[in-house]
T-cell receptor, first 114, second 113 residues
Framework: DGGITQSPKYLFRKEGQNVTLSCEQNLNHDAMYWYRQDPGQGLRLIYYSQIVNDFQKGDIAEGYSVSREKKESFPLTVTSAQKNPTAFYLC?????????????FGPGTRLLVL | KQEVTQIPAALSVPEGENLVLNCSFTDSAIYNLQWFRQDPGKGLTSLLLIQSSQREQTSGRLNASLDKSSGRSTLYIAASQPGDSATYLCAVTRAGNNRKLIWGLGTSLAVNP
């Protein structure tokens, strides 16, 4: 059963704490993405990776970090430098097939600050 | 700068009605346009993808059109059902090597039994 999994479903962060959101895919996709979704705003790209061991900043990378050591995994760390981390975080992956390319999304992680 | 706008922001219709959701974009230099569905508290599901050279795509009761020159796309839902209730998001992929998606805010659809 192929797909993208994100864990945990809910995550609570204390002040000054770093937390890591997990994203795993078994679709054999090369590219992976992290988005943040806030009420009243469109999805905003945090980081993306087009290949293993390489990643680029998106539009709102400050306060976040990622790694891409394996094709299947793209964890996102929300650092203490991110002052407003409460949001719904979505991970996605994609593969380019000719002229068709669509992103497949995980179920999301909701991050709340205690 | 590419901007994507979706109108209306919210829509409530009785079951069985045909309806149209609108998406507009400011820069016609796109690679493709996609429509996604998002249920509350869930991830996104891709519904239809239209390449920049295409005019429309169909899947079941869904039909999406693209008019690149006018910067518009519509998602037509025929014979709406309560199970269609969700938020529908439109996104365009910028042309070029950096194929980032630019997202609209979505249309929240409620289909009432």
């Amino acid at each position: 059963d192929g797909g993208i999994t994100q864990s945990p479903k809910y995550l609570f962060r204390k002040e000054g704490q770093n937390v890591t959101l997990s994203c795993e895919q078994n679709l054999n996709h090369d590219a992976m993405y992290w988005y943040r979704q806030d009420p009243g705003q469109g999805l905003r790209l945090i980081y993306y990776s087009q290949i293993v061991n390489d990643f680029q900043k998106g539009d709102i990378a400050e306060g976040y970090s990622v790694s891409r050591e394996k094709k299947e995994s793209f964890p996102l760390t929300v650092t203490s430098a991110q002052k407003n981390p409460t949001a719904f975080y979505l991970c996605a992956s994609s593969i380019r097939s000719g002229t068709q390319e669509t992103q497949y999304f995980g179920p999301g992680t909701r991050l709340l600050v205690l | 700068k590419q901007e994507v706008t979706q109108i209306p922001a919210a829509l409530s219709v009785p079951e069985g009605e045909n309806l149209v959701l609108n998406c507009s974009f400011t820069d016609s230099a796109i690679y493709n346009l996609q429509w996604f569905r998002q249920d509350p508290g869930k991830g996104l599901t891709s519904l239809l993808l239209i390449q920049s050279s295409q005019r429309e795509q169909t899947s079941g009761r869904l039909n999406a059109s693209l008019d690149k020159s006018s910067g518009r796309s519509t998602l037509y839902i025929a014979a709406s059902q309560p199970g269609d209730s969700a938020t529908y998001l439109c996104a365009v992929t910028r042309a070029g090597n950096n194929r980032k998606l630019i997202w609209g805010l979505g249309t929240s659809l409620a289909v009432n039994p």
